[in-house]
């Protein structure tokens, strides 16, 4: 089964954005063609490769090269709701840790035997801030540093990253440019630029390595709804609270080498669920 899927480009001094998913076809300039082939193999699934034009800011005219982009399917092409749910959980469970509450000892007072053990007629108690007492101290209540974190298995965590992947892929959230590189590093630029792309409310820019530009980092600064982070710190969870993640050539391709080696490891789907606690 195959799709002709049309290239949207948009020629920018700074970045280009690919568009991977748009059935709807489109005429482009005439030394591009206007639509390419996906196939899909449904016994032996094969790469996707998607071609895309990207304009280069160290180039002085608005013409660009031609960039080919090979998506695997096993990443782009996989989806399990299942697996995204349960690492969406396991991701917000280990950030959850309890308030601790005072027990008897912790509460100020009650050192005082309130009346004699015996003779009064009253039930017998040794302190007023016994747990049976109003103002007192809470039995068995959580304490400090109690964590719900458990782990889960290796082969569940890469699923449950390239169906994230899969997801944005399809839904045409996952944009790709050249480099993070901006002329200026004030916070309206990069907010006209984004809307100006069509890139949506929420954005998390993800690049190959922790070192940024500098125009970009002070940029995002001051913006809540956007965020950068490389390849390393990449997670169901960010993905999901981000409407669109646009990655850079080389971190699109690190991201793919990593899954890929990850996805073909010998041991991969062996290691076993453990459940601790601190």
């Not at 699923?159 to 959230?173: C, R």
Request: aromatic letters at 10%.
């Amino acid at each position: 089964m195959s799709f002709d899927v049309p290239l949207c480009i948009f020629n920018s001094s700074t970045q280009v954005i690919i568009h991977q998913l748009q059935r709807t076809q489109q005429n482009v300039d005439d030394h591009l063609p206007s639509t390419f082939s996906i196939a899909f193999n449904d016994v032996q699934p094969r790469p996707i490769s998607l071609s895309g034009y990207v304009s280069s800011s160290r180039s002085t005219s608005m013409i660009g090269f031609l960039l080919s982009i090979r998506f695997h399917f096993r990443i782009y092409g996989t989806y399990r709701p299942d697996l995204v749910h349960k690492n969406a959980i396991h991701e917000q469970t280990k950030r959850v840790l309890k308030f601790s509450h005072k027990v008897q000892a912790h509460v100020r007072g009650g050192g005082r035997k309130p009346w004699p053990q015996k003779g009064s007629g009253r039930a017998r108690h040794g302190s007023i801030r016994s747990p049976l007492w109003r103002g007192g101290g809470l039995a068995h209540g959580p304490r400090f540093g109690t964590t719900h974190f458990y782990m889960l298995p290796f082969a569940t965590r890469v699923m449950g990253l390239t169906s994230t992947l899969s997801a944005k892929f399809a839904q045409d959230d996952i944009k790709i440019v050249e480099s993070f590189n901006m002329t200026s590093d004030e916070s309206g630029y990069l907010e006209q630029l984004c809307e100006d792309r069509c890139w949506g409310p929420s954005i998390l820019f993800v690049d190959d390595s922790d070192i940024m530009p500098r125009n970009i980092t002070l940029a995002i600064d001051d913006l809540s709804h956007m965020n950068l982070m490389p390849v390393y710190g990449m997670n169901v969870h960010s993905l999901l609270k981000h409407e669109t993640l646009i990655l850079t050539v080389a971190a699109a391709q690190k991201i793919q080498e990593r899954l890929l080696y990850h996805l073909n490891r010998k041991d991969y789907g062996q290691t076993s669920t453990k459940r601790f606690r601190q």
